[in-house]
């Protein structure tokens, strides 16, 4: 009797832990995407003859369609299935990459960077719609946790794996390759059989869930918080490499591998951040610890010509306590929420980051055209300090939740 009982348990285990592999497959092709037309930054310059603000403009016009498709994005993987949309948007964003690495041009980046956007806006609804119907309640947290990780991942790799591919079929060749990606993994998802999910978050143990307004006053801070989170974060990501090597005269190996410290602790610090998470409930406070420190290490590395060694140690550092922020910020979001909206709440914050992919690449891009790479780290401080602040402002606001 116990084994009869016992297997349709293992059996709903294995499906569990084979859709949330899927999905974080898929979201490290995501994170992996953001980053591969700033990894090329320096190629795509120099064959385009265009500056840095032009190239951050592409990735303002990438946030643009992100932020604006994203919540129809959301409404559609109601309709048609989550699975569909994800299944779209792995194969959109591939085929961007591809035909920029077929036909170059400064119009044809803005047209990827676009289609780059509108696949980027699949992820989160459809991810979290699928997580959310066939993974079990009670390891929830830690499906997300392992998503986010996933994600974090994709973003640590993605320079090694551009400056490689570049070295060994150029430009070009590296677009190509990293736009297969995409479709290579759709095939891989319907392969496995990846399970659908539409309308997940409409009810609760067979109820119709209660509709109920989410543009609350808390949710609205929040997504300013994300916003400053974004911005805190882009210059780093997107600029780092090419401020180190023109401000502080580090050589591309080295500002690649200090970068890939950073995101890759930050991968790191989310597990990490997952298990502080559970055992506090002072989350706002978690955040604004974290960033206060990375405040003063950030602003060391804009200030300091720091050794190589020493720097990627700094970055590093950094970059796990970023990491360790991502459980708390989401646990903020989850304590907000109206009963019943988590799934509708994640999406309006998350509009904060799109907001921080619109402004970012102009400021930062202007920064470097202006000959000011320092302020590529140090406008970075500027936006951790403002975050550090308003973490704080969203420890004192009562949720009424437990």
């Known amino acids: 009797m116990v084994d009869i009982l016992a297997a349709p348990q293992q059996t709903k285990t294995d499906s569990s832990l084979r859709t949330l592999t899927a999905i974080s497959i898929a979201h490290w092709v995501s994170h992996f995407h953001l980053f591969v037309l700033p990894m090329l930054f320096p190629y795509l310059k120099a064959q385009l003859g265009v500056g840095y603000i032009e190239l951050g403009f592409a990735l303002t016009v990438f946030g643009v369609v992100s932020g604006l498709t994203q919540a129809p994005i959301g409404y559609l993987a109601d309709h048609i299935g989550a699975r569909k949309v994800l299944l779209i948007g792995l194969t959109v964003g591939g085929l961007a990459l591809i035909l920029l690495g077929m036909h170059l041009s400064y119009t044809s980046l803005v047209l990827c960077a676009a289609l780059l956007g509108l696949a980027n806006s699949v992820y989160h609804p459809a991810d979290y719609a699928i997580l ?57 998802l ?57 401000g502080y005269g580090v050589t591309f190996s080295a500002a690649n591998i200090a970068l890939t410290a950073f995101l890759g602790a930050s991968a790191a610090g989310v597990l990490a951040g997952g298990y502080l998470a559970d055992r506090t409930s002072r989350h706002g406070s978690v955040a604004a610890a974290c960033f206060g420190i990375n405040a003063v290490i950030i602003t060391i590395i804009a200030t300091v010509n720091l050794p190589s060694v020493v720097l990627t140690v700094a970055m ?59 302020w590529v780290f140090g406008a970075s401080v500027v936006f951790m300090v403002l975050t550090v602040l308003l973490a704080l402002v969203t420890d004192r606001k009562p949720t009424g939740k437990t």
């Open 190 to 246: 319907i392969a496995v059989g990846l399970p659908d999910a539409s309308s997940a978050d409409r009810s609760s143990d067979g109820a119709a869930a209660p509709k109920q307004s989410v543009i609350t006053p808390a949710l609205m801070v929040l997504t300013i918080f994300f916003m400053l989170l974004g911005l805190s974060n882009a210059g780093i990501n997107n600029f780092g490499v090419v401020a180190l090597m023109t």
């Open 316 to 374: 590093g550092l950094a970059g796990f306590l970023g990491g360790v922020i991502a459980p708390s910020r989401d646990m903020l979001v989850r304590n907000a929420a109206p009963a019943g909206a988590a799934g509708r709440a994640f999406g309006i914050v998350s509009t904060g980051f799109n907001f921080s992919g619109i402004l970012s690449p102009l400021l930062y891009g202007w920064i470097m055209d202006q000959s000011m790479p320092h």
């Open 132 to 188: 959310s119907a066939h993974m079990d309640v009670r390891r929830m947290g830690r499906a997300f946790s392992i998503h986010t990780f996933a994600g974090f991942v994709g973003g640590a790799v993605a320079p090694a794996i551009m400056a490689a591919l570049v070295a060994t079929v150029g430009g070009l060749g590296a677009l190509i390759v990293a736009g297969a990606v995409g479709p290579a993994v759709a095939l891989l």
